[in-house]
């Protein structure tokens, strides 16, 4: 690289992979146009059971492995990475500095049995997760099965939306709803309504009553603070369901058929599904992008990528561009034609058409991206590959890759976040 050329960015990149059983982190450290790879030592694994393996919470200030201990909830920090800690799924308050992780429960029943017995899974809430002083605040028992989340707050167009936190439950069929607000003691990380979103009309079986569990099979859930409402999507019925955050009433219910999950635009004013068709061309996937006007209450921009299926998405600090990443789905015959380590990047900007400005061909797939941020603008774009182990470095301004960093052997899971970062 011509030293003119060069990256004036000094950052701190870390990098987790693994294979869902075992995993190890590295530190890319780039600095005077040079870019140096280090790896945590790694504790051997434990033998617990699923269930009381560490939990990573993330990183200090100064390298160091802050971990859960899902029995005795105690953080703890050490220099060493244990080998099988669970890296949790992670939603992040917007609003806070508390990060909500994921308990899915076991597969056969959905249940979290340590924490809910057979009542359950839960979400456990983690405060200052990248600094030594990382705090456990609690563990609250929700619905079963697969979860997200999304969080409600006041904006200036709806000022009377309180700090709520939703939580989507797969395998009930429902969305808990838990006090986020650390000023309402009496509410604060407990449940607080759980809204039942079984429509029986939909049902194959059962006598129409409104049960739980039920195929409403909650995947998609995003907050609009330009409408103030909260958008879930019911795969199981093809609807998509808006929820009144003032009193978690359901208040519309849309048509929504063929998408698997729903993201909002940082604005707020378009709330996204995404989706796949697997079954009208036996050689294709085709991914489907439909766009929601919060306002109009219409769909106003449909788009078709052939050989493509979505998996993350990511947008960057001015809302200006989005970034999906792709996956492997379908048949055999259909994955020989996927494009399964292509970026993506959208011009928000031409909303509600879904104007593509950059296909970008990694080698394999995205793990995650990472986004370095100056003055409230993306610079320096990272992408964890993870099959190849390595890291590409996309500028947020011209969308291309300005270098690809070899970090550690590959694996089939990764992700990359930022852990420092200054102009030199």
Same mark, same amino acid.
């Given at each position: 690289?011509?030293?003119?050329?060069?990256? !004036? =960015?000094?950052?701190?990149?870390?990098?987790?992979?693994? *294979?869902?059983?075992?995993?190890?982190?590295?530190?890319?450290?780039?600095?005077?146009?040079?870019? #140096?790879?280090?790896?945590?030592?790694?504790?051997?694994?434990?033998?617990?059971?699923?269930?009381?393996? $560490?939990?990573?919470? +993330?990183?200090?200030?100064?390298? @160091?492995?802050?971990?859960?201990?899902?029995?005795?909830?105690?953080?703890?920090?050490?220099?060493?990475? !244990? @080998?099988?800690? /669970? $890296?949790?799924?992670?939603?992040?308050?917007?609003?806070?500095?508390?990060?909500? /992780?994921?308990?899915?429960?076991?597969?056969?029943?959905?249940?979290?049995?340590? *924490?809910?017995?057979?009542?359950?899974?839960?979400?456990?809430?983690?405060?200052?997760?990248?600094?030594?002083?990382?705090?456990?605040?609690?563990? %609250?028992?929700?619905?079963?099965?697969?979860?997200?989340?999304?969080?409600?707050?006041?904006?200036?167009?709806?000022?009377?939306?309180?700090?709520?936190?939703?939580?989507?439950?797969?395998?009930?069929?429902?969305?808990?709803?838990?006090?986020?607000?650390?000023?309402?003691?009496?509410? &604060?990380?407990?449940?607080?309504?759980? %809204?039942?979103?079984?429509? $029986?009309?939909?049902?194959?079986?059962?006598?129409?009553?409104?049960?739980?569990?039920?195929?409403?099979?909650?995947?998609?859930?995003?907050?609009? $603070?330009?409408?103030?409402?909260?958008?879930?999507?019911?795969? +199981? &019925?093809?609807?998509?369901?808006?929820?009144?955050?003032?009193?978690?009433?359901?208040?519309?219910?849309?048509?929504?058929?063929?998408?698997?999950?729903?993201?909002?635009?940082?604005?707020?004013?378009?709330? %996204?599904?995404?989706?796949?068709?697997?079954?009208?061309?036996?050689?294709?996937?085709?991914?489907?992008?439909?766009?929601?006007?919060?306002?109009?209450?219409?769909?106003?921009?449909?788009?078709?990528?052939?050989?493509?299926?979505?998996?993350? &998405? &990511?947008?960057?600090?001015?809302?200006?561009?989005?970034?999906?990443?792709?996956?492997?789905?379908?048949?055999?015959?259909?994955?020989?034609?996927?494009?399964?380590?292509?970026?993506?990047?959208?011009?928000?900007?031409?909303?509600?058409? =879904?104007?593509? %400005?950059?296909?970008?061909?990694?080698?394999?797939?995205?793990?995650?991206?990472? /986004?370095?941020?100056?003055?409230?603008?993306?610079?320096?774009? /990272?992408?964890?590959?993870?099959? #190849?182990?390595?890291?590409?470095?996309?500028? +947020?301004?011209?969308? @291309?890759?300005?270098?690809?960093?070899?970090?550690?052997?590959?694996?089939?899971?990764?992700?990359?976040?930022?852990?420092?970062?200054?102009?030199?």
């Amino acid at each position: 690289m011509n030293p003119a050329d060069r990256n !004036p =960015m000094k950052y701190t990149l870390a990098y987790y992979t693994g *294979n869902r059983k075992t995993g190890r982190i590295a530190i890319v450290d780039h600095a005077n146009g040079e870019t #140096q790879v280090s790896h945590l030592a790694i504790e051997p694994e434990s033998n617990l059971e699923k269930e009381c393996k $560490p939990v990573f919470v +993330g990183l200090t200030e100064g390298r @160091e492995v802050i971990l859960l201990d899902p029995v005795s909830k105690e953080i703890r920090v050490q220099p060493s990475f !244990p @080998e099988d800690a /669970f $890296p949790a799924h992670i939603y992040s308050d917007p609003n806070s500095s508390r990060d909500w /992780f994921m308990n899915d429960g076991d597969k056969e029943t959905g249940n979290d049995r340590l *924490n809910c017995g057979d009542q359950g899974s839960s979400v456990s809430v983690v405060a200052d997760t990248s600094s030594s002083a990382a705090a456990y605040l609690g563990t %609250i028992c929700v619905g079963r099965g697969h979860h997200q989340a999304a969080f409600t707050y006041p904006s200036d167009s709806a000022p009377q939306v309180p700090h709520t936190a939703y939580i989507s439950n797969l395998k009930d069929g429902t969305i808990s709803v838990i006090g986020n607000d650390p000023r309402q003691a009496g509410d &604060y990380l407990k449940v607080v309504a759980t %809204i039942n979103l079984c429509e $029986p009309e939909k049902e194959k079986e059962g006598d129409g009553s409104v049960a739980v569990p039920n195929n409403a099979f909650p995947h998609g859930l995003v907050y609009s $603070p330009l409408s103030g409402k909260v958008y879930n999507l019911n795969n +199981g &019925y093809g609807t998509m369901v808006l929820i009144d955050p003032l009193n978690h009433a359901i208040v519309e219910r849309h048509d929504f058929k063929g998408h698997s999950n729903l993201f909002v635009t940082p604005d707020g004013r378009y709330v %996204i599904g995404r989706g796949a068709d697997r079954k009208s061309d036996p050689r294709h996937v085709i991914a489907r992008l439909s766009v929601f006007d919060v306002l109009s209450g219409e769909t106003p921009g449909r788009t078709e990528l052939r050989d493509i299926y979505i998996s993350k &998405y &990511y947008f960057n600090a001015q809302g200006s561009k989005l970034y999906l990443t792709t996956g492997k789905s379908g048949t055999p015959e259909q994955q020989k034609n996927l494009k399964t380590d292509a970026l993506l990047i959208f011009d928000l900007t031409a909303l509600p058409e =879904m104007k593509l %400005i950059k296909e970008h061909r990694l080698g394999c797939s995205s793990g995650s991206l990472a /986004f370095l941020n100056e003055d409230g603008r993306t610079s320096l774009v /990272f992408s964890s590959n993870s099959e #190849q182990g390595t890291v590409s470095v996309i500028d +947020g301004e011209s969308d @291309e890759i300005v270098e690809t960093l070899a970090v550690t052997e590959g694996a089939s899971h990764s992700r990359a976040w930022l852990l420092s970062s200054h102009r030199e």
